[in-house]
């Protein structure tokens, strides 16, 4: 059973660099399959933030795209999130996933609450 | 990119039937065959309940459905129990190659 877990700093001060890892396991990140971040500010709706696929392509939300970047590191089994200039309006709940074969999201981590503040 | 649109509350008693839809353009939803829909209880993470507009996984109960009419998709519970009483997303995949989440719908069973 494919099991994901978020993993990172649960404060980042104003204009510092965000930096989440996702441990997968139960499945080779090497093997196929988008995997993405996802994230839920306290008390609103999710917003997706970007995917990356096995290989390396990357794809992300329009809105953050400046300031995201998504790598995979296959030895490890780990997928990551770097969220630069981060603000206030960028805590929340963040989730790693991974998709199924009709682009939808089967997987999730358990989430990890990230909090932007001095 | 904008946000599908999700009405803010729906609400059913036990035993009736309830739609929940989600609207969003010719580059989302109207283009996509990659509709999902996703049940939040609070504190927990999203669960899939429906996948390509209308597939539900294995292990989600057949009273959930879901359909797609032009640039709006739809979910519908039949049966309400209290156990349904939670958000609900919608997702799309777009004509751009990224994702977009609805507003979610907080349900509630009276």
């Known amino acids: 059973q494919v099991q994901l877990q978020e993993s990172g700093p649960g404060l980042v001060k104003p204009s510092e660099t965000l930096s989440l890892t996702c441990t997968v396991s139960?499945?080779?990140?090497?093997?196929?399959?988008?995997w993405g971040w996802i994230r839920q500010p306290p008390g609103k709706g999710l917003e997706w933030i970007g995917t990356i696929y096995h290989i390396g392509d990357t794809y992300y939300n329009p809105s953050l795209k400046s300031r995201v970047t998504m790598s995979v590191d296959t030895s490890k089994n780990q997928f990551s999130l770097k969220l630069i200039s981060v603000t206030a309006a960028d805590t929340a709940v963040y989730y790693c996933a991974r998709d199924g074969a009709f682009l939808e999201w089967p997987y999730w981590g358990q989430g990890t609450l990230v909090t932007v503040s001095s | 990119q904008s946000a599908l649109t999700q009405p803010a509350s729906v609400s059913g008693s036990p035993g009736q039937s309830i739609t929940i839809s989600c609207t969003g353009t010719s580059s989302d939803i109207g283009g996509s065959k990659y509709v999902s829909w996703y049940q939040q209880h609070p504190g927990k993470a999203p669960k899939l309940m429906i996948y390509?507009?209308?597939n539900r996984p294995s292990g989600v109960s057949n009273r959930f459905s879901g359909s797609k009419s032009g640039n709006t998709a739809s979910l519908t519970i039949s049966g309400l129990q209290a156990e349904d009483e939670s958000d609900y997303y919608c997702?799309?995949?777009?004509?751009?190659?990224?994702?977009?989440f609805g507003g979610g719908t907080k349900l509630t069973v009276l």
């Open positions: 997702n799309s995949y777009t004509t751009s190659s990224t994702w977009v």
């Open positions: 390509d507009v209308s």
């Open positions: 139960g499945y080779s990140i090497s093997s196929g399959f988008y």
